[in-house]
C-alpha cells in the first residue's frame, strides 16, 4: 500500500480509496480457506479421555493446565487428540522386577 496523507480529502474519496485497497486484498487473497491440522475423527471428549486413561476430570484438567496433555478448545467444551493422550504415556522401567 501507498503512503496517503490524508489531508483535504472528502470523505466520499476516502471511501473510494478504502473500497479499492480491500478490492485488491481480497481478489489478490487465495480463495479456499485453510486446512485444519486437527482431524475430526481423531477427537475425543474428556470423558472419553479421563475414561481411557482411568483417571477423574479433575486430574485430567490438571493434566492439561500442566501442559502434561494438550487439550483442544472448540467453543465451551475441550478435546484431546488419541495422539497426544498416547504420547503424554511413559513407560516405567522397573528395576525390582527385572530378570538377570
Not at 498416547?86 to 522397573?94: D, G, H, K, M, P
Amino acid at each position: 500500500m501507498e503512503n496517503l496523507v490524508f489531508t483535504q480529502l472528502s470523505i466520499p474519496e476516502v471511501r473510494q480509496l478504502f473500497r479499492q485497497e480491500l478490492e485488491q486484498f481480497f481478489t489478490t487473497r487465495p480463495s479456499t480457506p485453510p486446512t485444519s491440522a486437527v482431524n475430526a475423527e481423531n477427537l475425543s471428549t474428556r470423558q472419553k479421555t479421563a475414561k481411557k486413561l482411568n483417571i477423574s476430570l479433575p486430574t485430567l484438567d490438571d493434566y492439561t493446565r500442566r501442559g502434561i496433555i494438550r487439550g483442544y478448545r472448540v467453543g465451551r467444551r475441550v478435546l484431546y487428540r488419541c495422539e497426544d493422550v498416547e504420547a503424554a504415556l511413559t513407560e516405567i522401567n522397573s528395576v525390582k522386577y527385572q530378570r538377570a
